[in-house]
């Protein structure tokens, strides 16, 4: 708080009456905690020493001690009418910041636009946010405030914190992220077959809605392979022979994103080791994954394993069966585990394709707690698998709804009823990738 008006009258007056103080020589510093309870004498003692005075409530009164030989007390009630001068401190709290305007007010759903806030009162702010995501703070006066939107989906409110508290939400403070296209996937590999090319690719951002799609094109020769989902696929036609490249674009339901960064070189033949299995397997968390390594090529190919995960065994291939994956999923970890598979005939060097196990797993806890009438929210979150695990929760009290971030989170949102039974409701969380599902009980109390 700080000392908003210092005023006095130059004749007696009645008590409460308020005049303005020509000339003022003494500080007075307010402090967080300061009572009322300050007796006439110590006031004026204080007054003349210019120090600290203890008071804390607005519309203070108090009189020279001279002029109060009764010893009155400022909170005498009713008031003391004394001679004059007569002074009066009224303290008022620090204003809160207010927001007028966000400009520009919509941008993509990955984050990054440069924002300007505009309000009052927004010097010395402590914290921005877009709706519950955090912003920095670039620069900051009292009437603008320049951040980087964070990443986000749908519209949400433009908030920023001062010490003089939050601003309240209004139509003028709204930013609304617009879904776009994917971004250009990461680390393209591609692998020589007989006149044919195996390529993997690690997905990029899909631009704030579900993947649809995968296009792999050549160069030269611009022949194509699709996949809906999984990370790999296998472009034939190829001409033995001849030195390929390959990019990676990935679509949604509003189009194709950009072209990846070209794949390594290979030049498909008869001959070269190549692996015909995907790239990438994913298993639940605690579940069994069992997976096939398939090659080509004249000899038969041996194939070795480099940086496995201590929960992988790998089996080499033989007379008896192709090579196999065998592990079980861990139950904590990040869920991405990259390693190498070193494929070799003796008619050239080695066929290497990056391989990527993916651990699907619920990561959020298992219990969560809202209260009736009370807005509030639980973010449901996954392991950071490729393709983006999709989520969905159902059985939840009404008032709720689940929305599904499609960046491997989700988030349950509202306001129970006032008319839900106070419980715990037992809501069924489901995350699923690359065809593997994992579910998990949500027990969901909902509290008075």
């Known amino acids: 708080p700080y000392i908003e008006t210092f005023l006095n009258a130059a004749d007696l007056i009645p008590g409460g009456a308020e005049l303005t103080l020509p000339t003022v020589t003494a500080k007075f510093t307010v402090n967080a905690g300061d009572t009322i309870g300050q007796t006439i004498s110590d006031f004026e003692t204080e007054f003349v020493s210019t120090t600290n005075t203890s008071i804390g409530a607005a519309n203070l009164d108090a009189y020279p001690s001279n002029n109060d030989p009764a010893g009155q007390g400022i909170n005498k009630t009713p008031a003391y009418v004394a001679p004059s001068p007569r002074w009066s401190l009224t303290v008022a709290a620090t204003p809160a910041p207010t927001v ?168 498909p033949t008869s001959n070269t080791a190549a692996f015909t299995s995907a790239s990438s397997a994913t298993v639940a968390a605690g579940k069994n994954l069992r997976f096939n390594i398939t090659t080509s090529g004249t000899p038969a190919p041996t194939v070795t394993a480099v940086g496995l995960p201590s929960w992988l065994t790998f089996f080499a291939p033989s007379k008896h069966g192709p090579g196999k994956l065998k592990g079980t999923g861990p139950t904590s970890g990040t869920g991405i585990y990259t390693f190498t598979l070193h494929a070799n005939n003796g008619t050239g060097p080695d066929t290497v394709q990056t391989f990527h196990a993916y651990v699907l797993r619920i990561t959020s806890p298992a219990t969560a707690t809202l209260h009736k009438s009370v807005a509030g929210s639980f973010q449901v979150t996954s392991t950071g698998v490729s393709p983006v695990a999709a989520l969905t929760a159902t059985g939840l009290p009404a008032g709720l709804t689940f929305t599904d971030n499609h960046d491997g989170t989700g988030t349950i949102s509202g306001t129970p009823s006032a008319t839900d039974k106070v419980k715990t409701y037992s809501v069924k969380v489901r995350a699923v990738s690359a065809g593997v599902t994992v579910k998990q009980r949500l027990k969901l109390q909902i509290l008075a």
């Open 100 to 267: 007028t305007a966000v400009s520009p007010n919509s941008g993509p759903a990955a984050g990054g636009t440069s924002v300007t806030i505009t309000g009052t009162n927004l010097s010395g702010a402590t914290a921005v946010h877009f709706g519950t995501n955090a912003a920095p703070v670039t620069t900051d006066t009292a009437t603008s405030i320049t951040t980087t939107a964070p990443a986000g989906t749908g519209t949400v409110d433009v908030t920023v914190t001062t010490p003089g508290g939050t601003s309240a939400t209004s139509a003028a403070d709204v930013f609304t992220y617009v879904a776009g296209t994917p971004g250009a996937p990461a680390g393209v590999s591609a692998t020589a077959g007989n006149a044919s090319a195996t390529v993997s690719w690690i997905a990029g951002s899909n631009g704030g809605s579900p993947i649809t799609g995968y296009t792999v094109t050549s160069s030269p020769g611009a022949l194509t392979c699709t996949s809906p989902s999984a990370t790999s696929c296998t472009v034939n036609g190829l001409t033995n022979g001849t030195v390929y490249t390959f990019t990676v674009r990935a679509a949604n339901a509003n189009g194709s994103g950009p072209a990846s960064i070209p794949s390594n070189s290979v030049t």
